[in-house]
């Protein structure tokens, strides 16, 4: 069965750093682009990149270019998301998901997982 | 980028009704095109992808339709379970993928 789990909730403070984790099992970690999805009631859902596991080769929106780091451990099976700023306007909660094919560019996300609440409050 | 624009905003429906909500592309898409669901507190689900395909375990009352800039897709005859917000995303040119605003189904 296909999992994807991410870490818990943070609190943080603006101006401070965030990395948020997105551990995968059952099915071969490294050959599956995944994206993160950023989602707030005022824009709705928000892709933001995606990361390829086996090199962290990434390509993002360009909304979120240059706001966001995004890379992968294949060693341990998890993706990151991170923030070396972080501002009220990040608050949100945060998926990531999985390409339903392999090899596929032209594909839908199959698998997500729980998401991440990420709240930036002085 | 390409702007989803999904109609209604909102659908007030009874259970065994069938429906049929709405998604434009701003330009052609192809197929390339997914339907997902999401209840409160959990995270979306893909029912439908290339427009028509059901994904794995989605009952056959839901199905799409649609190719280019114009998609639809029909719930048969709604369950007490499918009432929620669905999203249409293209997939045709990324970066970024877009998402529609999302259609909420609520019990009439």
């Known amino acids: 069965e296909v999992q994807l789990v991410q870490s818990g909730a943070e609190v943080k403070k603006p101006g401070e750093s965030l990395r948020i984790s997105c551990k995968a099992s059952?099915?071969?970690?490294?050959?599956?682009?995944i994206a993160w999805v950023r989602q707030t009631p005022e824009k709705g859902l928000e892709w933001m990149g995606i990361?390829?596991?086996?090199?962290?080769?990434?390509k993002y929106s360009p909304s979120f270019q240059g706001q966001v780091f995004m890379s992968a451990d294949k060693s341990i099976n998890t993706v990151y998301l991170q923030w070396t700023s972080l501002k009220a306007s990040d608050t949100a909660i945060y998926y990531c998901a999985k390409r339903l094919e392999e090899m596929a560019t032209l594909t839908p996300f199959d698998s997500w997982g729980q998401g991440t609440l990420v709240t930036v409050s002085p | 980028e390409i702007v989803m624009t999904q109609s209604p905003a909102t659908l007030s429906v009874s259970p065994g009704e069938r429906v049929t909500l709405s998604c434009r592309a701003s330009?052609?898409?192809?197929?390339?095109l997914a339907w997902y669901q999401q209840k409160p507190g959990q995270a979306p689900r893909l029912l439908i992808y290339?427009?028509?395909t059901r994904a794995s375990g989605i009952p056959v009352r839901f199905s799409g339709s649609g190719s280019g800039t114009e998609f639809t897709l029909t719930i048969s005859s709604l369950q007490s379970d499918d009432f929620a917000v669905y999203y249409c995303?293209?997939?045709?040119?990324?970066?970024?993928?877009?998402f529609g605003r999302g259609t909420k189904l609520e019990i009439k």
């Open positions: 330009e052609s898409v192809s197929q390339n």
């Open positions: 995303q293209q997939y045709e040119k990324w970066p970024p993928y877009t």
């Open positions: 290339a427009a028509s």
């Open positions: 059952g099915y071969r970690f490294s050959t599956y682009w």
């Open positions: 990361v390829y596991p086996d090199d962290s080769d990434a």
